[in-house]
Each structure stands twice: as structure tokens, then as C-alpha cells.
T-cell receptor
Framework: GESVGLHLPTLSVQEGDNSIINCAYS??????FIWYKQESGKGPQFIID?????DKRQGQRVTVLLNKTVKHLSLQIAATQPGDSAVYFC???????????FGQGTRLTINP | DTGVSQNPRHKITKRGQNVTFRCDPI?????LYWYRQTLGQGPEFLTY????????KSRLLSDRFSAERPKGSFSTLEIQRTEQGDSAMYLC????????????FGSGTQLSVL
């Protein structure tokens, strides 16, 4: 169960609906962005990435949108399925840096 | 399985004891990272290696923590004189320098310090 003080943002969607998970970043020098999915007891799993010279990238059922003007990143999941239930993290890498910096996650729950 | 492998999966120890975790990266990856994750938070960077050289350490990595990658393949993370605040999931990831920047993570080692 959740502990006192834990306030992970949550998003609940109906199965079959589209999900949109948002992320704000603060480092204007970041030029690479990535979304990970983390299921309970597992390590983060790569979903999709995007470079700063793009504003949209599509994968299978997922789309990442990047708005550099307002430093905003979003992950869209089409036709959400029960298996999409997880915590989703965005991460960024600043130009010249060699590590990913993770944001706060969002817990996605799917209602049947 | 050719992914990142971490051992043990779980470790329970008493305060003051030393613990060591192992990470085996994807074989062709020359970069190896250690991250720490506490409940409800994103992974926090600790340190990374390129081949056997430790190139960056976070200020989170106190002097009780030491990481090695002696032959540029597997890595170990040791925590000496563990404290209750060390309780967390320790994640290892690897990547290929010069490739894209995504990291491939292992399943982590969950440390509980009693």
C-alpha cells in the first residue's frame, strides 16, 4: 500500500479510451527526452524517445509530443489496455551530459 | 535472456552491515549506470562507467558507497555501514556510447535495512 507522504500523480481512464500523460521539464539545455513504463517490482522499460529537433514522434499505440517553448512533454496512449497499468516516467538528457534525469512519475490505472 | 541482470533481487540487512550488489549489463554495452529509487519517486542517478572508468558520481553517493567495474563488464555497488535511509531499489542500466541515449534497465535490487 501507499505510505504517508506519497503523492504520486494518478490518472484513471476507461479501458479503450486514450490516455495522455504530461511532464514538465526545467532544463532548457535538454535535447533528448524519453518515456519509461515501470510495473510493480520491475525496472523501467523503454517506451518511446524524441530529440529536440522534433515535436512529435509516433510508435505503436504511443505518441510523444514535445513543446520546447513551454518545456512540456506528453505521452499519448491510444486504446488503453489493462496491461498499460503502470507508473510512467519522463526523463531528459542535457546536451553534453551522459545521464538521464527522471521526473516524477504518473500512475496510470485502467478501469474496466 | 540478454537483458541487464541484477543480483540479488532482494536484500534484507541489519543497520551497520555491509552489502554488495552485482550488475551484468547487456554484453555489447560499454556504459553502465547505477540509479537509486525510493517509493513513489523517479530513479535518481548515482554514478556511471564507460568501460572500466568511473566518469561521474552524484553527490548522493556518500563515502559509504563505492562502485567498481574492474574489467569493463559487470559492476558491483557496495554500501558500507548501512543505514535505514539506504533502503531503496538500486537499479542498474546500460547503454552503448555513441549510440542513442536510451538506457536499458535491470529489475533492480530491493534493499531493506532494519
Amino acid at each position: 500500500g501507499e505510505s504517508v507522504g506519497l503523492h504520486l500523480p494518478t490518472l484513471s481512464v476507461q479501458e479503450g479510451d486514450n490516455s495522455i500523460i504530461n511532464c514538465a521539464y526545467s532544463n532548457s539545455a535538454s535535447d533528448y527526452f524519453i518515456w519509461y513504463k515501470q510495473e510493480s517490482g520491475k525496472g523501467p522499460q523503454f517506451i518511446i524517445d524524441i530529440r529536440s529537433n522534433m515535436d512529435k514522434r509516433q510508435g505503436q499505440r504511443v505518441t510523444v509530443l514535445l513543446n520546447k517553448t513551454v518545456k512540456h512533454l506528453s505521452l499519448q496512449i491510444a486504446a488503453t489496455q489493462p496491461g498499460d497499468s503502470a507508473v510512467y516516467f519522463c526523463a531528459e538528457n542535457a546536451q553534453g551530459a551522459q545521464k538521464l534525469v527522471f521526473g516524477q512519475g504518473t500512475r496510470l490505472t485502467i478501469n474496466p | 535472456d540478454t537483458g541487464v541482470s541484477q543480483n540479488p533481487r532482494h536484500k534484507i540487512t541489519k543497520r551497520g552491515q555491509n552489502v554488495t550488489f552485482r550488475c551484468d549489463p547487456i554484453s555489447e554495452h560499454n556504459r553502465l549506470y547505477w540509479y537509486r529509487q525510493t517509493l513513489g519517486q523517479g530513479p535518481e542517478f548515482l554514478t556511471y562507467f564507460q568501460n572500466e572508468a568511473q566518469l561521474e558520481k552524484s553527490r548522493l553517493l556518500s563515502d559509504r558507497f563505492s562502485a567498481e567495474r574492474p574489467k569493463g563488464s559487470f559492476s558491483t555497488l557496495e554500501i558500507q555501514r548501512t543505514e535505514q535511509g539506504d533502503s531503496a531499489m538500486y537499479l542498474c542500466a546500460s547503454s552503448l556510447a555513441g549510440g542513442d541515449e536510451k538506457l536499458f534497465f535491470g529489475s533492480g535490487t530491493q534493499l531493506s535495512v532494519l
